[in-house]
T-cell receptor, first 113, second 114 residues
């Protein structure tokens, strides 16, 4: 059965520092991978997704994630974070387009000045 | 374009009661999914509806049910409420069925069971 593990429940970093939020999944078939973000007092928003093609995907606000099939990982990275990146980040996986989304428990990113 | 709306935003019920939550998708979206979010279990998929038909179902007991109307609006119902049903219930809509289509989430309904 599918599962998603986000290894860090909380990640505190200083502004302008790099950050990596880790995500590992378990599945025996091809998967679609997603990162969602939940800003304080707001709903979940899609940050980026991997469906096929290039294993490196980028978001419009500077985040990127790389699909690593051999390590079954989809870690999220940003080279320099801003205060406004403070939010909870959720990794999710689906087996094929018609499966349902399985979410990780989330990682709270706290960016300090 | 208005986003996904969920009503009510907050709800307090007692054990044994039943509750109905409503979700209005973004105009033109025909797929609606429901999720339960709790501190302990995180985000868990409940079910997905497309064209008034349940297309996918998560691992929840039969007390949890849903439906979708011809205008794509959806409701979910929880009968015989238990304390453990206290959660944030999120609705998400997308243009068509399938997770490869971006899902847009509503603000959620916070259900407290006393």
């Amino acid at each position: 059965a599918q599962s998603v593990t986000q290894l860090d429940s909380q990640v505190p970093v200083f502004e302008e520092a790099p950050v990596e939020l880790r995500c590992n999944y378990s599945s025996s078939v091809s998967v679609y991978l997603f990162w969602y973000v939940q800003y304080p007092n707001q709903g979940l928003q899609l940050l980026l997704k991997y469906l096929s093609g290039s294993t490196l995907v980028e978001s419009i606000n500077g985040f990127e994630a790389e699909f690593n099939k051999s390590q079954t990982s989809f870690h999220l990275r940003k080279p320099s974070v801003h205060i406004s990146d403070t939010a909870e980040y959720f990794c999710a996986v689906s087996e094929g387009s018609q499966g349902n989304l399985i979410f990780g428990k989330g990682t709270k990113l706290s960016v300090k000045p | 374009k208005a986003g996904v709306t969920q009503t009510p935003r907050y709800l307090i019920k007692t054990r044994g009661q039943q509750v109905t939550l409503s979700c209005s998708p973004i105009s033109g979206h025909r797929s609606v999914s429901w999720y339960q979010q709790t501190p302990g279990q995180g985000l868990q998929f409940l079910f997905e509806y497309f064209s008034e038909t349940q297309r996918n179902k998560g691992n929840f007991p039969g007390r949890f049910s849903g439906r979708q109307f011809s205008n794509s609006r959806s409701e979910m119902n929880v009968s015989t409420l238990e304390l453990g049903d206290s959660a944030l219930y999120l609705c998400a809509s997308s243009l068509v069925w399938g997770v490869h289509n971006e899902q847009f989430f509503g603000p959620g309904t916070r259900l407290t069971v006393l």
